[in-house]
């Protein structure tokens, strides 16, 4: 049998309770900070982006965490208003108490000189999202973040 409680802002009275009855005789417990993505938290997100989103983080994540713009932007794409549905449907699960207010934004950006250079998922949650958009690898999209570099020292 496996119990899942989620604690948001506890008070030390409830928090000394819940760790009583954690210590009962043959409990397993774990306890995990609720401000991380797990693998199902990111199918639920990588589900509701549109398109467009979906496929910018899909590029992310077969890139490793990273994608330059220029490769973001290939065949003529746009990233115009597709990188703000990222903050915005991460908002809208906490508005609705699908996900938990301390959850980060999964992708950031990375902006020099006003010109939007490359999109990086920080940390190590390329591990949590590359189950969530599994289904969607099977062309190879991918993210050249070596040859993007090479184009741009050569222009």
Not at 2 to 13: F, G, L, Q
Not at 107 to 122: A, C, D, F, T, W
Request: proline letters at 8%; aromatic letters at 4%; a positive charge.
């Amino acid at each position: 049998m496996k119990i899942a409680i989620t604690v948001e802002n506890p008070t030390p009275e409830a928090l000394e309770k819940l760790l009583a009855f954690a210590a009962m005789p043959a409990a397993a417990v774990t306890a995990a900070p609720d401000d991380r993505w797990t693998p199902e938290r990111a199918r639920s997100y990588y589900d509701r982006l549109p398109p467009r989103a979906q496929q910018i983080l899909l590029q992310v994540v077969e890139g490793e965490g990273e994608c330059a713009a220029d490769e973001l932007k290939a065949n003529g794409r746009n990233l115009r208003g597709s990188t703000g549905a990222f903050r915005r449907v991460l908002s809208e699960g906490k508005r609705t108490g699908l996900w938990p207010d301390a959850l980060p934004v999964p992708l950031v950006s990375h902006i020099v000189g006003g010109q939007l250079k490359k999109l990086e998922m920080p940390g190590r949650d390329t591990v949590k999202f590359h189950p969530a958009v599994g289904h969607s690898l099977s062309t190879p999209r991918g993210c050249d973040l070596a040859g993007a570099a090479a184009e741009s020292r050569v222009a």
